[in-house]
């Protein structure tokens, strides 16, 4: 029986940020193995060498007991999900991946970060667990951000960006201020060109998707709303304009609707933006857009 307390010695150890990986081998029968494992570790140069442990409790323990060959994968940051399927119970793991063969027939993931097969070398009492030492046979790795656990979460690498820091009294391009406002006017501008491409004005989008919400509102309501939500309001006119251009109609007084006509404009318009958030989006890959979009959700202007 431990001294310590489970949770709180759990909790230190989850302090530990890692990667994670997912280990399989080819069980008794040729049936394929595999479980999700943070407990990874790299070993040796030379002889190649890496570690990681299995819990006495797990299911596959036999099956890595006297495996001849395991293969450790590095997940990348786009691969949460599959790191989940890999640590949930009463499912087949494998359905419908397209595993490669390795040696002694060990299934190999494809589209990982890094990729080690490993011929079984030393197996160790670790406690409640057994420590796996295997000798690499073949490896490949590829640039890709990786999956990261810590604290019991997933989370994504954040490289520290070594910036110069700026001169005092000038105008620093490293200002949070200064960068948001930047990305907001060349974002913008992209779209808005998108917009003129089409014909559009970025007035008369604003006017179609507030009207596009569907809850009936005057001009002046429209102009409001535009205030709250662009921080400028749209003009009268640009309202009236698309009454006159049959987009908008007021059915009853002071509840300005869309037209079946305005209808299919707002979904043109849409179609517009999403294609413009794409080129928006630039190199960014997809764990970065999420994470811009969380940073940016919790920025708070006082
Ligand atoms: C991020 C993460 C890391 C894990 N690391 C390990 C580990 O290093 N060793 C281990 O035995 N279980 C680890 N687990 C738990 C196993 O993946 C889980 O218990 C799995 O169901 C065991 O499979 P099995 O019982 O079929 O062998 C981890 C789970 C997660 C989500």
């Known amino acids: 029986m431990s001294a310590f307390d489970g949770r709180a010695l759990r909790d230190a150890f989850g302090s530990f940020a890692t990667g994670v990986t997912i280990v399989t081998t080819a069980g008794p029968g040729a049936v394929d193995v595999g479980l999700t494992a943070n407990s990874f570790s790299s070993v040796s140069l030379d002889p190649p060498m890496v570690l990681w442990s299995l819990a006495r409790s797990a299911a596959s323990l036999e099956a890595f007991r006297s495996c001849g060959h395991f293969a450790v994968h590095i997940l990348s940051a786009e691969q949460e999900a599959l790191s989940t399927r890999f640590a949930s119970k009463g499912i087949d793991r494998f359905e419908a991946l397209a595993v490669e063969r390795g040696p002694g027939g060990i299934p190999l993931l494809p589209g990982c970060m890094a990729r080690f097969a490993c011929r079984l070398a030393y197996q160790y009492e670790g406690g409640d667990h057994v420590i796996f030492v295997g000798e ?155 994470l811009l979009k969380h940073l940016l959700g919790r920025l708070e202007l006082r």
């Open 136 to 290: 690499i046979v073949e490896f490949s790795h590829s640039a890709r951000k990786p999956l990261v656990f810590h604290g019991g979460r997933y989370g994504m690498l954040l490289p520290r960006q070594a910036g110069p820091a700026g001169e005092p009294g000038n105008l620093s391009t490293d200002d949070l201020l200064y960068q948001v406002s930047n990305a907001y006017f060349r974002t913008r501008q992209a779209v808005v060109e998108q917009l003129a491409r089409k014909g559009w004005t970025a007035e008369a989008y604003a006017v179609l998707s507030i009207a596009g919400q569907g809850e009936g509102l005057a001009v002046h309501e429209i102009v409001a709303r535009s205030w709250q939500l662009r921080g400028q309001p749209v003009s009268e006119d640009a309202v009236r304009q698309l009454i006159a251009r049959g987009l908008l109609h007021e059915p009853e007084p002071a509840r300005l609707r869309l037209t079946p006509e305005g209808r299919l404009a707002v979904m043109e318009l849409s179609a517009l933006r999403k294609a413009s958030e794409a080129g928006v989006q630039g190199d960014l890959d997809p764990s970065e857009v999420q």
